[in-house]
């Protein structure tokens, strides 16, 4: 990401039947409300307080 000079992204991979991750790409405008839905996991908040403070 900071290589990048992201302070966001949605990173997609695939896991392999054998067990290895692969990746496929970043998305800087990527979706993760549904993540949010199906774990309740506060990611808008988190998400909003990292990019409110500019951080990397």
Known sequence: MADL???YGALDFVV???GEW???E???GGQYGWI???TG???TGQLA???A???L
Do not use: M, Q, S
Request: charged letters at 40%.
């Open 22 to 24: 692969v990746f496929l």
């Open 26 to 28: 970043i998305n800087a």
């Open 53 to 55: 403070k500019g951080e």
């Open 5 to 7: 000079d992201l302070v």
């Open 36 to 38: 949010e839905d199906e």
């Open 41 to 43: 996991a506060p990611l």
């Open 49 to 51: 307080d990292l990019l």
């Open 16 to 18: 392999r039947p054998d």
